[in-house]
Every structure is written in structure tokens, then in C-alpha cells.
């Protein structure tokens, strides 16, 4: 059986983690930045499995745990090292022109 996670459900994984690590209620990652991610979780979704969208959320939860505030390009550019660590291409591998 396959597991399906929508990108909210995503966002909903991060703003728990967050939550849990630093023991308190962060309004930032509550509200605007955990959805400013969305497009970051879907893309991860569409490209890897659950594993990776863990990954992801495992990773950003740290960074905001270790104080700083990634932004959208950078959670993009771990997004994008988890789904490379795996040996998947970031394309489908098409014309590139």
C-alpha cells in the first residue's frame, strides 16, 4: 500500500517538528514560512517518496532548531541534495535545449 502526503501535510510535519525541538510555539514557522515551503514539499513529493519528504522536513526542522531561518531557495537546495543523495535525477531527463 502506498503512502500519499500532500504538500500541507508536509508543512503540518514541519511546523511539529519545529514545534517539538525548540519546546515552544513559533508564530513564523506556524504560519507564513512552513507554507512558503509547500511548493519545495510538493516538488520533493512528485520527485522522491515518503523517505525523502521526511528527509526534507527532518532537515529544515534542524535548521531552524540550530536558529536560522532557511529560505525558499535553500530549503529548494536541500530538497534538492536529498533527492540527488538517492541517485534520482532532478529531471526527466529530456531535451535539455
Do not use: C
Request: proline share 3%.
Amino acid at each position: 500500500m502506498m503512502i500519499i502526503m500532500h504538500p500541507s501535510d508536509a508543512t503540518r510535519q514541519l511546523r511539529y517538528a519545529v514545534t517539538t525541538q525548540t519546546d515552544q510555539y513559533d508564530y513564523a514557522i506556524s504560519h507564513w514560512e512552513a507554507n512558503a515551503y509547500e511548493d519545495v514539499f510538493a516538488d520533493v513529493i512528485d520527485s522522491g517518496d515518503l523517505s525523502d519528504v521526511m528527509s526534507v522536513v527532518k532537515r529544515l526542522s534542524a535548521e531552524f532548531d540550530n536558529g536560522t531561518r532557511p529560505s525558499v531557495a535553500e530549503a529548494r537546495e536541500l530538497a534538492d541534495s536529498v533527492l540527488t543523495a538517492g541517485g534520482r535525477p532532478l529531471t526527466d531527463g529530456g531535451d535539455t535545449n
